[in-house]
């Protein structure tokens, strides 16, 4: 949690905020505060997978969004079953079922829901 702390942290430090007329400058002790105060109620940095490994590894339930390509819009998928060799997906507007890891290679992509177990 202190490395997703200090990178919240990193972002507000410096930054000028404004107390009625009296603007101040963000020390890095405040910003650390505002950033373990952001973590606390659930914030966390989205989850990025960029292989079909890692793809594969995620639980039963994970939501995704794909990058998409030139010739692909981004999908919305949910993995739906996982086996020993292949996991099973389907876009959220069930226009392609099921879908393979394989098939769903544009990446990055992002996790939007991690689920809970298989």
Do not use: C
């Not at 960029?50 to 993995?79: F, H, Q, Y």
Request: aromatic residues 6%.
């Amino acid at each position: 949690m202190n490395d997703e702390r200090n990178a919240l942290a990193d972002i507000f430090t410096g930054h000028t905020v404004s107390f009625g007329a009296f603007p101040k400058r963000l020390m890095r002790g405040h910003a650390q505060e505002i950033a373990s105060r952001i973590l606390a109620v659930g914030y966390r940095k989205p989850q990025q997978i960029t292989t079909e490994l890692e793809l594969d590894d995620v639980p039963v339930g994970t939501v995704i969004r794909t990058a998409g390509t030139d010739d692909e819009d981004p999908r919305v998928a949910v993995k739906t079953a996982k086996w020993p060799d292949e996991s099973e997906w389907i876009a959220a507007d069930l226009s392609e079922y099921p879908l393979s890891s394989d098939e769903l290679d544009d990446f990055p992509a992002t996790v939007l829901h991690l689920g809970g177990g298989e």
